[in-house]
Nanobody, 129 residues
C-alpha cells in the first residue's frame, strides 16, 4: 500500500498557522507526486495542493493560493503543507495521497480523484476563535 501518515493538525485561531507533515509508510516518496486533499463534515472532498516528485511543479486550489505552501524533503521522505492566514473555512480533515491517477501524477492538477488512491487517517485542522 502507498499509504502515508499525516500529522501536524490542531486547533488554531483565524489568521494563525499550522504546518502539516506527510510521511511515507514503507516506501520511498521520491518517485511520486503528492497531493493534499481535505474534507469537512457533510462536504465534498476537495483537492488542496499537489507537488511533483522533484518538487519543481506545484499547484494550489484557488481557495488556498497565496496562503498555503507545499514542499517536500525527499531525504526525509516527507511532504509538508505550510498553512498561513488560516480561515474558518479551512477547517477539515486533511489527507495526503501518493498513488494518484496517472493524469494527476503527471500534471499535478487539482481535482477530485474519487475512489482512487490509498487514504490514511488524515489530520484534523480546526480554525476557530
Amino acid at each position: 500500500q502507498l499509504q502515508l501518515v499525516e500529522s501536524g493538525g490542531g486547533l488554531v485561531q483565524p489568521g494563525g498557522s499550522l504546518r502539516l507533515s506527510c510521511a511515507a509508510s514503507g516506501f520511498a516518496l521520491d518517485y511520486y507526486a503528492i497531493a493534499w486533499f481535505r474534507q469537512a463534515p457533510g462536504m465534498e472532498r476537495e483537492g488542496v495542493s499537489c507537488i511533483s516528485s522533484s518538487g519543481g511543479r506545484v499547484n494550489y486550489a484557488d481557495s488556498v493560493k497565496g496562503r498555503f505552501t507545499i514542499s517536500r524533503d525527499n531525504a526525509k521522505n516527507t511532504v509538508y503543507l505550510q498553512m498561513n492566514s488560516l480561515k474558518p473555512e479551512d477547517t477539515a480533515v486533511y489527507y495526503c495521497v501518493a498513488d494518484l491517477p496517472p493524469a494527476v501524477q503527471a500534471l499535478c492538477v487539482i481535482e477530485d480523484i474519487g475512489d482512487f488512491g490509498s487514504w490514511g487517517q488524515g489530520t484534523q485542522v480546526t480554525v476557530s476563535s
